[in-house]
């Protein structure tokens, strides 16, 4: 009778591990460079300069979120939190205290890019933003396949001269 032997899915990209967000960087970092060889490539020079701010708008922003959500919501700050609360307002102060500085930044950086900038540049803002999304969501897609996948696999019963192959 075939035998199944089943392994736990690796949580080494998972976000519980909190390594997520940093390959998350790496990878955007690493497809916003590839984008910008291919536009330096067709001589798409004038893209290059909006891409890069869309992009680096957008770390920043995903930079300020994590900051946020370890500086006050983990395991280790709750104690901490809660006795701040009563001195600075506590996580629902830093949070207010972060959006009104973040906020008009972010404004006044859209503001700049609309004032000064012509349409396609706009577009190229936008999609250099957007990236940084697209590759959020292909590494969550990527992350849940790779994981669906091996749980698939420790579910298929070994053939006799397989059982080997498992056991790594």
């Known amino acids: 009778m075939a035998e199944v032997i089943k ?60 900051w946020l959500v370890r500086g006050l919501f983990t395991p280790e700050r709750a ?15 830093a949070l207010v205290m972060a959006a009104l500085v973040k906020y008009p930044l972010v404004a006044l950086v859209l503001w700049a890019v609309t004032r000064f900038w012509d349409p396609r540049e706009i577009l190229a803002f936008v999609g250099g933003f957007v990236l940084l999304q697209a590759v959020i969501v292909l590494r969550g897609v990527g992350s849940y396949l790779v994981e669906r996948m091996k749980d698939n696999d420790a579910r298929r019963p070994l053939a006799d001269g397989d059982r080997h192959k498992r056991a790594l």
């Open 79 to 93: 104690r901490e939190a809660r006795r701040n609360a009563a001195k600075k307002g506590g996580p629902k102060g």
């Open 7 to 66: 392994t736990p899915a690796s949580r080494r990209d998972s976000t519980e591990d909190g390594d997520f967000v940093r390959r998350t960087y790496r990878s955007a970092l690493w497809v916003s460079a590839f984008v910008l060889f291919v536009l330096a490539s067709y001589g798409q020079f004038w893209a290059l300069l909006p891409v890069a701010a869309g992009m680096g708008l957008g770390l920043a922003l995903l930079r300020t979120l994590e």
